[in-house]
T-cell receptor, first 110, second 113 residues
Framework: AQSVTQLGSHVSVSEGALVLLRCNYS??????LFWYVQYPNQGLQLLLK??????LVKGINGFEAEFKKSETSFHLTKPSAHMSDAAEYFC????????FGAGTRLTVKP | NAGVTQTPKFRVLKTGQSMTLLCAQD?????MYWYRQDPGMGLRLIHY???????AKGEVPDGYNVSRLKKQNFLLGLESAAPSQTSVYFC????????????FGDGTRLSIL
């Protein structure tokens, strides 16, 4: 069965700094990979997804992620953090079923 | 546009009580899902439905039942609540299961004493 590991339950960056949220997965078949964002007291919103094709995926709000098969990784990045990016981020993998990582809480300091 | 609406938003139960959580979507989606979210564990699938009148078990179905009598509604029931079921519950829907949950409700915070 597939699984997802998000490295770091809490990441803190300064406004304007690079955001890097790490995600590694295991899957027996080529997976579909996703990043979701959750703002306080809300449900999850899809940021971006990788299915096939180009390994660098661009999403909403300036985020992007790169699928690296050799490293079984799908890290999420944003060049310059904004205060409004503070939220919890979930990586997910899907082959037959969808499995979510434990989440990474991003704090942005002014 | 409402999207996915969950009721109630908050509830406190005593051990052994029963209750039903309601999820309604207005997007004519075929697939609906119930997840629970616990600290440090992400979201785990409880049950899902691939269409009106059908339901199936997810990763953590024990202690829960579901029904999908109408396409737009997906009900999650707890027959005899236990403290281990204290969690935040999310409903989601999608046009097809081949993709991914597309729209999530805002969650129901359930505490069982």
């Amino acid at each position: 069965a597939q699984s997802v590991t998000q490295l770091g339950s809490h990441v803190s960056v300064s406004e304007g700094a690079l955001v890097l949220l790490r995600c590694n997965y295991s899957s027996s078949v080529p997976p579909y990979l996703f990043w979701y964002v959750q703002y306080p007291n809300q449900g999850l919103q899809l940021l971006l997804k990788y299915t096939t094709g180009a390994t660098l995926v661009k999403g909403i709000n300036g985020f992007e992620a790169e699928f690296k098969k050799s490293e079984t990784s799908f890290h999420l990045t944003k060049p310059s953090a904004h205060m409004s990016d503070a939220a919890e981020y979930f990586c997910a993998v899907k082959d037959n079923d969808m499995r979510f990582g434990a989440g990474t809480r991003l704090t942005v300091k002014p | 546009n409402a999207g996915v609406t969950q009721t109630p938003k908050f509830r406190v139960l005593k051990t052994g009580q029963s209750m039903t959580l309601l999820c309604a979507q207005d997007m004519n989606h075929e697939y609906m899902y119930w997840y629970r979210q616990d600290p440090g564990m992400g979201l785990r699938l409880i049950h899902y439905s691939v269409g009106e009148g059908t339901t199936a078990k997810g990763e953590v179905p024990d202690g829960y039942n579901v029904s999908r009598l109408k396409k737009q509604n997906f009900l999650l029931g707890l027959e005899s609540a236990a403290p281990s079921q204290t969690s935040v519950y999310f409903c989601a829907s999608s046009y097809s299961r081949g993709g991914q949950p597309q729209h999530f409700g805002d969650g129901t915070r359930l505490s069982i004493l």
